[in-house]
């Protein structure tokens, strides 16, 4: 690991000029590739204090052995010199787009004697006008099927278009009049290309030229009485419209844009593109990448921006650009894509309207595709055999971890301190078997404690079911085991039914023992103190057949037990990933059962603690009376004409709102003023704010 001041340059070396930099690590692979307005304000951040900056920053300059950079004269030389460095030499620490030149394009090869559509994939070729991507190739045979009963252009490969020349004889589709023939010279090489103009005409959104043209002639057709010809110009009308509404209008103004994207979480982000012309979507395109280095939603936009419009010019860049957020500094981005396309382009946020609708619609499957890109990693069986096998190498252990336990701390301030634990058996989430704790064993704020109290009274629970079954030897039972540290106060999901168990696994009742099954790794989430505090609570349960380790969030390290240094697995290694979701689902859950307790907490009532009282009956005596302060003066008998309240319950709840403190006197925080009207009594919601436990027609006026 490498020292950033052994090659931080000297202050006066760095030009203050635009200009684009390389960091090299020791065997001169370029591992980061950056830009900067200013090269000198730019350099100076990544050489600052190794405490102040962001875990992956920091990940990055101790890589590195070098730096150099190359000035220029603007922000957009800068952009493109960036764009294309990213290009030659793949920098690890850069975000990494995957290529998405395998989505399928509508090609019409206009470079050649007779112009051909097809689908094509790869780099694309000049002379050839393309239109897309498609999601599929089927959608473009679809649509160019439908357009060759109109537009009858050469569809065939270069051997087929040879072997029909040579012949004389077309190809089928030249005898169902779904190729003009050039090939035998039905049509002559000028009106064939000029065939083929027309069909990109229709697919650049141009449509309604031929179709007015096909009606007026489909009425000269009738009139004349030429009533077959009229028929097949209302067939081709039909087709044409029949294409057009596969791709329906989303914008009315006849808009060409193309609308970015972006879902993200801190590992990944899925990036969805649509693309308009003439006011329809005419293609979409997607792809998901690791966040590699600390970078924003505008900086994403950014390099979405330069992997779409890097190699394209014209048309290909839209007039108008639409973003999620906006790079910063804008300018240089607007320029570049201006100058790429050879006009003024818009780059811009939407606010309101149809381009705001659609914007959340290209936002939806961003977020799905993400959610999609998760579940077929996480559910491919051979990924997770691999996952599994990577950390039992990591983490040297002889077997792959088939089940392994996540648990995570939660709290607010020190209050409602919690603790999750998640199970994951084979690399799946089993959720019958989560479990949560509340932490007993002292008040306040301290996650390597509480750590400690949720590993001890799992693994006691653990070793009393054991004895129970019998397993120990006489005399063998581990210090710890016995005596009553294991009490359960988690609660068990059943969201997903559990296998089939065996008897020695269940209860008298025939119901699964909560913590039957030992794990073979337990993770916690945290870093070295909160794995020491597991590796010790095993310990002292007399515990050694069960692998303990941390992942700490920052770096996304891995530390195990007694070991000053962490365990670093590649950023692509499915092990991580797998930990990382283990750990995600661990924090979810824990975070989940925390908000739970505290709004119940906020929302508690007197009235929660009297027995046989449920909410109906509660509800309907708020309702009768208005407030819990009228409830507290009332008689006996005045409860008892409550519906369904009899009297002995009656007198339980007298009892419970003579034993509970009255409720502290409403105050107007705006002239301290004590408001001593008759208003429902409130208890205080989960986001602070007042909550009236009264019936919603009788809340008066404790808000001004």
């Known amino acids: 690991m490498a020292d950033p001041s052994s090659y931080r340059p000297q202050p006066g070396q760095i030009p203050d000029s635009p200009g684009v930099y390389r960091f090299r690590d020791e065997h001169r692979r370029v591992i980061y590739v950056g830009k900067a307005k200013s090269l000198r304000q730019r350099l100076a951040n990544y050489f600052q ?6 875990p992956r ?52 090869t206009m470079n050649e004697e007779y112009p051909r559509v097809q689908v ?45 020349r040579r012949t004389g004889r077309p190809c089928l589709l030249g005898y169902i009049g ?36 096909l009606e007026r002639q489909m009425r000269e057709a009738a009139e004349a009485m030429e009533y077959e010809r009229a028929a097949r110009l209302r067939d081709d009308i039909g087709a044409l419209r029949k294409a057009m509404e596969k791709n329906a209008v989303v914008l009315a103004d006849a808009t060409d844009a193309d609308l970015i994207a972006v879902a993200e979480d801190e590992l990944e982000a899925a990036v969805q593109i649509f693309h308009v012309r003439g ?92 959610v999609l890109h998760k579940t077929k990693r996480a559910s491919d069986l051979t990924t997770r055999s691999r996952a599994l096998e990577e950390i039992a190498d990591a ?27 998640v199970v994951f058996e084979d690399g799946l989430a089993r959720k019958s078997e ?66 089939p168990l065996s008897d020695s696994l269940k209860d008298e009742d025939g119901r699964p023992k909560r913590f039957a099954y030992p794990p073979q790794l337990v993770v916690v989430d945290g870093g070295q103190p909160q794995v020491a505090a597991a590796q010790r609570a095993l310990d002292e349960l007399g515990i050694d057949d069960i692998a303990v380790c941390g992942l700490a969030k920052r770096l996304e390290e891995v530390w195990v037990p007694g070991e000053d240094d962490p365990v670093v697995l590649p950023r692509t290694s499915e092990g991580l990933y797998l930990l990382q979701r283990i750990r995600d689902e661990a924090h979810r859950f824990a975070i989940t059962y925390q908000r739970t ?32 302060k009228r409830l507290r003066s009332a008689t006996i008998d005045q409860i008892c004409e409550v519906p369904g309240i009899g009297r002995k319950t009656a007198e339980t709840i007298a009892v419970a709102l003579a034993q509970a403190a009255p409720a502290a006197p409403a105050v107007n925080t705006a002239t301290g003023e004590i408001m001593e009207d008759e208003a429902p009594e409130s208890t205080t919601g989960a986001s602070g704010e007042s909550v009236s436990a009264g019936a919603p027609d009788e809340r008066r006026g404790q808000e001004r």
Not at 49 to 54: F, I, K, N, V, Y
Not at 289 to 295: A, G, P, Q, R, S
């Open 120 to 164: 094509m994939r790869g780099h694309k070729k000049k002379g050839v006008r393309y239109f897309g991507p498609y999601a599929h190739a089927w959608a473009i045979r679809d649509t160019v099927d439908l357009l060759l009963r109109v537009f009858p252009v050469r569809t065939c490969s270069a051997g087929v278009f040879k072997n029909a």
């Open 434 to 499: 989560y479990r949560r704790f509340q932490i007993k064993g002292f008040e306040g704020q301290d996650d390597v404690r509480s750590m400690h109290e949720v590993i001890t009274r799992r693994f006691k629970r653990y070793l009393a079911e054991k004895e129970r079954m019998g397993e120990w030897a006489d005399g063998d039972i581990p210090d710890g085991a016995a005596g009553d540290g294991a009490d359960d106060d988690s609660d068990r999901l059943t969201e997903v039914s559990s296998p």
């Open 597 to 628: 307790k505290r709004s119940k907490r906020f929302r508690s009532s007197p009235l929660d603690d009297v027995p046989g009282l449920g909410d109906t009956r509660r509800q309907a005596l708020i309702k009768h009376f208005g407030s819990l």
């Open 279 to 370: 006011g329809r979507v005419r293609g979409q395109r997607g792809w998901v990448t690791d966040k590699v280095e600390e970078i924003t939603t505008g900086a994403l936009v950014e390099h979405a921006l330069q992997q779409l419009y890097g190699e394209e010019t014209g048309d290909a860049v839209p007039k108008e650009v639409l973003v999620p957020a906006l790079p910063d500094p804008v300018e240089p981005v607007q320029e570049w894509l201006s100058g790429r396309r050879g006009a003024q382009v818009s780059l811009r946020v939407p606010q309101r309207g149809d381009k705001r609708d659609l914007m959340e619609t290209v936002e939806r499957n961003a977020q799905q595709a993400l």
């Open 395 to 421: 983490l040297g252990l002889d077997s792959a971890p088939l089940r392994i336990e996540c648990y995570d701390i939660s709290h607010l301030q020190g209050d409602d301190v919690v603790a999750s634990m």
């Open 49 to 54: 204090d190794l405490a102040g900056l962001h």
């Open 178 to 213: 779904k190729c003009s023939a050039p090939c035998v010279d039905r049509i002559s090489t000028e009106d064939h290309r000029e065939l083929a103009d027309e069909f990109c005409d229709f697919m650049a959104g141009r449509t309604s030229t031929y179709l007015r043209r």
């Open 57 to 108: 920053t920091r990940s990055m300059v101790t890589t590195a052995a070098s730096v150099e950079w190359t000035v220029v004269s603007t922000e957009v030389e800068a952009l493109q010199l960036e764009y294309s460095w990213i290009k030659e030499y793949d920098p690890r620490f850069n975000v990494k787009y995957r290529d998405d030149k395998s989505y399928p394009y509508l090609a019409v």
